[in-house]
């Protein structure tokens, strides 16, 4: 089985704008295969540093002298950096996206498509999980999740009936989940709820809103002036807030004015939105919601 295929490889990988003695990081390791296509366009100088916090994706570290991969949340990229002695870089990549591997191995608990335990963690060595949520927050909070992370319209009633199912029973497996929100899953509309309230979840356990934005607002002190930011979202969660980062070097308010009235802002975009051809998403059907935004440092 394919650990996981790497979206957008050439165009996310171009969007760098690799200078062959550069330093670069990759901080969604996952299988390896944007940070091979970058070490394939670096010369013995430069070097390159990976993160990932799936302990599954250490299996896939690379043999070279110029790669260090480092076994962390990307929202720690600063620390661990500079744990190394790098303070700055000349570009940054990030593909946002659950790994096909997390999706694929059915314990994990990332898919709606097997019977496994709640789960979700992508670093296995954190407390929260899915089961926590689902089992243990309060209705006010379960509903908060589905309606922010998910944008499901029905969160107040789905949270509602979560609780009134766990004072019977905890509920410990997806199909479980699945049979207590039934009422909420049309026929025709089954897969692309469960996916909603799916994403919802995961993005809680995982604090995936928080950590991309601590990881953003790091990108401005870690880039040297014309490094370049190369990131994949797949979710309009994420891709609001890359785009209005990229914007606005923020994600609430307007930057400062300089004397003559223009924005001071930390980066410029670097051509339009790209997405997936036809042609990779027929061979690689999860391509098919990823979004590429490239920026450079000024």
Known sequence: MEYHNAVLLTETVDGLNIKPNGVYVD?????GGHSKEILKRLNKEGKLYAFDQDRDALQNTIEDDRFQLIHENFRFIKRFLRFYGVKQVDG?????GVSSHQF???ERGFSTRFEADLDMRMNQDNELSAYQVINFYEESQIKQVLWQYGELRQAPAMAKVIVAARTEAPIKTSVELKTVLQRFLPPNKENKILAQIYQAIRIEVNQEIEALKEFL?????LLNNGGRLSLISYHSLEDRLVKRFIRNGMFEGEPKRD???NFEVPFKKVGNLIVPSSKEIKTNSRARSAKLRIAERL
């Open 27 to 31: 901080v969604t390791f996952g299988g």
């Open 92 to 96: 940054i990549l990030a593909d946002f």
């Open 104 to 106: 694929d191995v059915a």
């Open 259 to 261: 004397v003559f009235g």
């Open 217 to 221: 607002l790091q990108t401005t002190e």
